[in-house]
T-cell receptor
Framework: RKEVEQDPGPFNVPEGATVAFNCTYS??????FFWYRQDCRKEPKLLMS???SGNEDGRFTAQLNRASQYISLLIRDSKLSDSATYLC????????????FGTGTRLLVSP | DTGVSQDPRHKITKRGQNVTFRCDPI?????LYWYRQTLGQGPEFLTY????????KSRLLSDRFSAERPKGSFSTLEIQRTEQGDSAMYLC?????????????FGPGTRLTVT
């Protein structure tokens, strides 16, 4: 079982829609989580950090449910420019410093 | 530009050749990471430096791979005797690592093609 699992999508939504992605993790030692955005053939860019129960930044809301071991990302009022792959990432609190990435969820926002 | 930089951005090499990539982290970041990403996958951790010390290496990092960060600033990743399976995007990231922050910021990557 992968340490971080995501639905690869693609999620096809119209402009203005609300879309949510879920991500599950298997290592209960994971302490910190992140959502990164990655455009085609570009590097991942940090979108949001999720250190406690959740975080909100404008149209983006991330939530963490430790009991069920999942993280979610909600995007409201989708823009064409939101089209990208969204990577769910966990940081393992085991003395190691690596980030563990999911395979990403692809979002396509259409006019 | 004060972000992470990587050089070269693209490298095409023949199987069996050696290649070296460079990463310059954000200047105040003492942590530096190398990842590898193939199509359709998320980045996979390769190795991690805190200042000049290499503290962690993945099992993915075979004997043909070596990384250094001699002065705790820039880092190099060398692949010896390249194989076609080494073709991937090699990403470098840096982080401050202070105050409990585990955020990492990525460079543009070096895309390696082994023919």
């Amino acid at each position: 079982r992968k340490e971080v699992e995501q639905d690869p999508g693609p999620f096809n939504v119209p402009e203005g829609a609300t879309v949510a992605f879920n991500c599950t993790y298997s290592n209960s030692a994971s302490q910190s989580f992140f959502w990164y955005r990655q455009d085609c053939r570009k590097e991942p860019k940090l979108l949001m950090s999720v250190y406690s129960s959740g975080n909100e930044d404008g149209r983006f809301t991330a939530q963490l449910n430790r009991a069920s071991q999942y993280i979610s990302l909600l995007i409201r009022d989708s823009k064409l420019s939101d089209s990208a792959t969204y990577l769910c990432v966990g940081h393992m609190n085991t003395g190691f410093q690596k980030l563990v990435f999911g395979t990403g969820t692809r979002l396509l926002v259409s006019p | 530009d004060t972000g992470v930089s990587q050089d070269p951005r693209h490298k095409i090499t023949k199987r069996g050749q050696n290649v070296t990539f460079r990463c310059d982290p954000i200047s105040e970041h003492n942590r530096l990471y190398w990842y590898r990403q193939t199509l359709g996958q998320g980045p996979e951790f390769l190795t991690y430096f805190q200042n000049e010390a290499q503290l962690e290496k993945s099992r993915l990092l075979s004997d043909r791979f070596s990384a250094e960060r001699p002065k705790g600033s820039f880092s190099t990743l060398e692949i010896q005797r390249t194989e076609q399976g080494d073709s991937a995007m090699y990403l470098c990231a840096s982080g401050r690592g202070s105050g409990g922050s585990h955020e990492q910021y990525f460079g543009p990557g070096t895309r390696l093609t082994v023919t």
